[in-house]
C-alpha cells in the first residue's frame, strides 16, 4: 500500500511540474499555435470548456502520466544509465507512442493538421522535462538497492 501511495504521489507532482512547465514561454510556443488552431476551427475543436471539461481533461492528462511513469517503474532496472538516462529513454518510447497515435489520428480524421504538429510539437518539448523531473524524483520517492547496482552502470 505505502509503495502505490508514493507511486501516486509522484505521479501527482509529475502532473504539477507539467503544468507549471505550461506557464513558461518555451511551451506557449507549441500552445498558442494550438489553441489558435482550436478556436479558428469551432466546428471540431471545443474552445468553451466547462468545469467537468476541465476536470475531464486534467483525469486524462494525468492518466496518461501515470502510464509513462508505470511503464518506467517497470523498465528502469532493466536499462543502462544514469536514472536520468534512463527516465529519458523510457520518456523517449511514450514519446514515441503519442506522436505515432496523433499522426494516425492525424491521417484519418479531417480536422485541421497543424492541430496535430502543434500538439507532436509541444509533447516533443514536455516528454524531456517530465522524464527529467522522473529521473530526479524517482529515488527519492523509492529508494531501493536496484539504483545503484548494476543497472545504474
Known sequence: ??????????????NIIRYAYAFL???????FPMFAVMGENPSYF???FTTMDWATS???????????????LLMQAQLKGHIIVR???VYGLMFLMFASISAIYMNHY??????????????????????IATGLMYPVFFKTEKLVTESTK
Not at 1 to 10: D, G, N, R, S, V
Not at 25 to 31: C, D, K, N, S, Y
Not at 59 to 66: A, C, G, I, R, V
Open 58 to 72: 486534467f483525469f486524462y492528462n494525468f492518466m496518461m502520466w501515470l502510464t509513462c511513469t508505470w511503464v518506467f
Open 87 to 89: 527516465a529519458l529513454k
Open 46 to 48: 471545443n474552445a468553451d
Open 25 to 31: 514561454p518555451v511551451e506557449q510556443l507549441a500552445t
Open 1 to 14: 500500500m505505502a509503495t502505490t501511495l508514493k507511486f501516486l504521489a509522484l505521479v501527482i507532482l509529475l
Open 110 to 131: 479531417s480536422h485541421p493538421k497543424e492541430f496535430y504538429y502543434y500538439s507532436i510539437l509541444d509533447a516533443l518539448l514536455v516528454f524531456p522535462v517530465v522524464a
